[in-house]
Nanobody
Framework: QVQLVESGGGLVQAGGSLRLSCAASGSIFRFNAMGWYRQAPGKQRELVERITRSGSTNYAGSVKGRFTIARDNAKNTVYLQMNSLKPEDTADYYC????????WGQGTQVTVSS
């Protein structure tokens, strides 16, 4: 049973930074890809950024140049560094892993005040 545990969310002012962490219960090398998704109130869940086993990434246009995903295989952890945060980044952020069965974490809340 795969468990993904997110941490690092919180309240931050616009222009600030946060780093989210997603710790997996086992080796993350088994996963074809891992990523971060977010869901704002009243909206559908959307991809934020994703990284494959080989290190390739894809991301939402709205976070280009501001967010960076990274994986640490030794620590079985994936990170999302979020800089220059905007109020529209406010959402619940979820960690995802595909092997190709899809696993999800419980989410961590990010609130950006204007």
């Amino acid at each position: 049973q795969v468990q993904l545990v997110e941490s690092g969310g919180g309240l931050v002012q616009a222009g600030g930074s946060l780093r989210l962490s997603c710790a997996a219960s086992g080796s993350i090398f088994r996963f074809n890809a891992m990523g971060w998704y977010r869901q704002a109130p009243g909206k559908q869940r959307e991809l934020v950024e994703r990284i494959t086993r080989s290190g390739s990434t894809n991301y939402a246009g709205s976070v280009k140049g501001r967010f960076t995903i990274a994986r640490d295989n030794a620590k079985n952890t994936v990170y999302l560094q979020m800089n220059s945060l905007k109020p529209e980044d406010t959402a619940d952020y979820y960690c995802n892993a595909d092997d190709p069965v899809s696993y999800w974490g419980q989410g961590t809340q990010v609130t950006v005040s204007s």
